[in-house]
């Protein structure tokens, strides 16, 4: 079949892979000019999620360059130590930069699919025989799916799904992420400086050690602004956080200079069912949470799932649609609300502060974290499709 995909940071890029190596003709639509190399560290717990990146042939290229988990040491504005998290807390088994994670997942796949960059999907008009697409560009083509893997504001389910269908619910908080020069010298833990509903942390950039990656959260109602406007964006953070204490200042020298800038809300995303007619939902754009408990995780392995449905049921796409979120829809229900990750990192209040440092301070309290992280990848029943040297076999 002939497959557009929309958005090429993890999820498109894993679906492409999948489904190009399988014999079907795949574009990839990406509205930056090339893959966003900002963001965060991303990290995979469990056999589920590494079961998967090992069948998709890219486990090994994300372990060599992996950033081996940091322990995050929280300090207070004088640089004390606050509290020390260890590094499978903050890492799990697998930690990489999500710029990296992408890079990977698109240097594995490009040979299967196609990708176009500095373009989106303008407009949507499905018919009996396909789906017809109108990209901003102006290029019109017919595809017979189209899969929306374009995140938590993703154009694709703007334009096929109605309103009522949609919760999108905001959880209070923002976050962003940008690289910062190492001014710190070499550090094998990130830092991290809390005061009442915000956080600052820097940890040292293990690919590059004259750089470090600076990530903040902060608490907020809805902010309104351009996502396509870095300047606004650096304008809330600066607003946000000038006059906070210890490094902040250093941190926020960087900003105005940072050429990729990671800012988005911190939210939940609940659609009422993933697919309609050719057109279907995968990761974040049907299921995403910022700081979800699967998090990147579901996005990999939805991509296997769908694929893997797709190949089973060949041409038969409404099957496949349905096996996928029969399959994906309980385990993303009771694990993706991350309505906690905003109250965790940045405690609205002094009190939350110190009840969390708290609980996390002693081993029984992050014995019960840490168990429940691993818990939660036992959720997915993942299916066994037939994979042969990285390709799915229709069976």
Not at 128 to 150: H, K, N, Q, R, W
Not at 335 to 341: H, M, R
Request: proline share 3%; aromatic share 8%; glycine share 10%.
């Amino acid at each position: 079949m002939k497959i557009l995909v929309s958005g090429a940071s993890v999820a498109g890029p894993s679906v492409a892979l999948w489904l190009g190596r399988t014999g079907h003709e795949v574009t990839v639509v990406e509205i930056a000019p090339e893959l966003r190399q900002g963001g965060y560290a991303v990290d995979f717990r469990g056999e589920v999620f590494l079961t998967v990146l090992e069948r998709m042939g890219v486990l090994a290229d994300l372990k060599a360059r992996q950033t081996g988990g940091n322990a995050w040491q929280f300090v207070n504005a004088a640089g004390k130590h606050v509290m020390r998290l260890p590094a499978e807390f903050a890492g799990g088994e697998l930690e990489v930069l999500r710029s990296d994670l992408s890079q990977v997942l698109h240097d594995h796949g490009r040979g299967a699919a196609s990708y176009r960059f500095g373009d989106s999907i303008a407009s949507l008009q499905e018919t009996a025989t396909g789906v017809d697409v109108t990209f901003e560009s102006g290029l019109a083509e017919t595809y017979d799916l189209v899969i929306g893997a374009d995140g938590m504001h993703s154009v694709v389910r703007r334009l096929a799904w109605p309103a009522e269908q949609v919760t999108e619910r905001h959880l209070d908080y923002y976050v962003a992420g940008w690289e910062v020069p190492n001014t710190l010298g070499a550090l094998e833990e990130t830092l991290l400086y809390n005061v009442p509903g915000k956080l600052a942390c820097v940890g040292a950039d293990q690919r590059n050690t004259e750089l470090a990656q600076a990530m903040v959260v902060f608490k907020s109602p809805v902010l309104s602004y351009n996502r396509r406007n870095l300047d606004e964006q650096k304008a809330i953070i600066l607003d946000q956080f000038t006059g906070v204490g210890w490094r902040v200042p250093e941190l926020l020298e960087a900003l105005p200079s940072a050429t990729e800038l990671y800012f988005d809300s911190i939210s939940r995303v609940y659609v009422d069912r993933w697919s309609t007619g050719r057109i279907v939902l995968l990761g974040d754009a049907g299921y995403g949470a910022t700081f979800g408990a699967l998090g990147t995780g579901s996005a990999v392995v939805g991509a296997y799932v769908l694929a893997g449905e797709l190949g089973r049921a060949g041409t038969d796409y409404r099957t496949a649609f349905e096996r996928y979120e029969t399959v994906m829809r309980k385990a993303v229900s009771t694990t993706q609300d991350g309505s906690q990750a905003g109250r965790f990192l940045a405690p609205p209040t002094k009190f939350a502060l110190a009840a969390r440092n708290l609980t996390l301070g002693n081993r029984l309290g992050l014995n019960l974290m840490l168990k429940l992280a691993q818990k939660m990848s036992t959720l997915v029943d993942l299916p066994d499709y037939s994979v042969q040297e990285g390709q799915l076999v229709q069976e």
